[in-house]
């Protein structure tokens, strides 16, 4: 079996951070592993805060994965500080010429926008550091903002600002377009840029409640189909929204008193990661 990573924070409640990112892989017939950069305290209402776990450990959960483990993709989440963004930069530097592929959230707020999840100059270090080394960037609309200094209230904004994401990496950009549902009466439609130039994706239709942790969901989907090794960025990125818009529409629940989480008691998950690799040949 295969073996993905995640780099990122946790979610005592199960349903974003490094616990949904393992679940995610595991849908795709990988085995998780983990290194945590911040312990977070947060469940299904609210994140009440965190704090960052040191250089010098998240330095050696990495090193104690090199020694031992093969990966195959990687995924990083948040990166708390200045100190983090190194540790992960320079660990993925010291890789072989045959590095995994690697998907980046950038999760630098929570997902209801009211406490920020860095501290420090950490939006400079991912440009000098972090984005020159990732694959693909998967933001939602603020953290594109935050990234680029651009502002995206229509679609026409969002290519603006996707191709303003592809001057600051060579990493395919992703730009999640869920902020902007609320104006589109066709579906959340998200935005491509490569090489090739930007493009909207189809339209996927909306969902009523404001589900927890697609972001992660959403970049682990793509880091797993990329692990396979059969599939383009591009082709990785559509695999990964019809996977995830499907579970948003089959597999939601309310398991505390919050926001839901997408649930996977009933393996409805796997049947539909299942289904996609076998879509995918």
């Known amino acids: 079996m295969a073996n993905l990573l995640t780099i990122a924070g946790t979610d005592p409640s199960g349903g974003a951070g490094i616990q949904v990112d393992c679940q995610v892989f595991r849908d795709f017939g990988f085995?998780?592993?983990?290194?945590?950069?911040?312990?977070?305290?947060?469940?299904?209402?609210?994140?009440?805060?965190?704090?960052?776990?040191?250089?010098?450990?998240?330095r050696d959960q990495l090193a104690a994965v090199d020694d031992d483990l093969d990966v195959g993709a990687v995924k990083i989440g948040m990166l708390p500080d200045v100190e983090a963004v190194e540790v992960v930069a320079a660990w993925l530097d010291d890789g072989s010429e045959s590095a995994p592929p690697v998907v980046y959230d950038p999760v630098l707020a929570a997902g209801s926008g009211d406490r920020d999840l860095h501290q420090g100059n950490v939006v400079d270090a991912l440009a000098a550091e972090l984005l020159p080394r990732v694959d693909v960037l998967t933001p939602n609309l603020p953290e594109g903002a935050t990234l680029s200094g651009l502002e995206a209230e229509s679609l026409e904004g969002m290519c603006r600002m996707a191709e303003g994401l592809s001057e600051l990496s060579t990493a395919s950009i992703l730009l999640k377009g869920g902020h902007l549902e609320g104006r589109l009466s066709r579906g959340v439609?998200?935005?491509?840029?490569?090489?090739?130039?930007?493009?909207?994706?189809?339209?996927l239709d909306r969902v009523v409640d404001d589900v927890r942790g697609t972001g992660c969901q959403l970049s682990s989907a793509v880091a797993a189909l990329l692990g396979t090794g059969k599939v383009t960025r591009r082709r990785a990125a559509g695999a990964a929204?019809?996977?995830?818009?499907?579970?948003?529409?089959?597999?939601?629940?309310?398991?505390?008193?919050?926001?839901?989480?997408?649930?996977?008691?009933?393996?409805?998950?796997?049947?539909?990661?299942?289904?996609?690799?076998?879509?995918?040949?």
């Open 31 to 58: 085995h998780g592993l983990s290194a945590i950069t911040a312990i977070v305290w947060q469940n299904t209402v609210a994140v009440r805060g965190f704090e960052s776990v040191g250089p010098a450990q998240l």
């Open 189 to 203: 439609i998200d935005v491509w840029a490569d090489d090739s130039g930007v493009e909207m994706l189809p339209a």
């Open 241 to 281: 929204r019809e996977y995830l818009n499907q579970l948003l529409h089959e597999s939601t629940e309310r398991v505390g008193q919050g926001r839901p989480v997408v649930v996977r008691a009933d393996g409805r998950s796997r049947e539909i990661a299942g289904s996609i690799l076998k879509g995918l040949g």
